[in-house]
């Protein structure tokens, strides 16, 4: 099945029973399984397929990443203050251990990836005194 994402331009429209206009639409690759609005602005959902990112004012796409496919929401993590996404990565599988990968937000493009992680990745915060991210995992 294939997801429709819609943007409602104009909700005074929509409550005076009219037709909703869209400031635009997209077919998603599959059913969307969560969506969100990142810190730096982008439209960012996750399919079956893969990791998707959409720009919220067009509705292009401004990456995809079908090589991260069934990424649930609470593997994904925004660093405040950094341009990165962080995506924990563990292939289904519970007490692994789990590809962490750091994305550049804007293109989707791998900054650094590591196998090192045991575990789930519950959370991450800067330290910015040791020029380092602290990785919680349990």
Not at 43 to 64: I, N, Q
Request: aromatic share 12%; proline share 4%; no cysteine.
């Amino acid at each position: 099945a294939m997801s429709r994402i819609l943007l409602l331009l104009s909700l005074p429209f929509l409550l005076a029973a009219a037709k909703p206009e869209f400031a635009w639409t997209l077919n998603a690759n599959g059913d969307v399984k969560w969506h969100k609005i990142t810190a730096a602005g982008t439209y960012l959902f996750g399919t079956d397929a893969g990791l998707y990112s959409v720009d919220p004012e067009t509705g292009e796409y401004l990456w995809k990443r079908e090589d991260l496919r069934k990424v649930p929401e609470f593997a994904i993590e925004e660093m405040a203050g950094a341009p990165l996404l962080f995506v924990a990565d563990d292939d289904g599988k519970l007490m692994k251990s789990t590809k962490l990968y750091a994305l550049d937000i804007f293109t989707g493009k791998t900054i650094w990836e590591t196998d090192k992680l045991q575990g789930q990745l519950a959370d991450l915060f800067p330290d910015y005194a040791h020029n380092a991210i602290v990785l919680v995992a349990t």
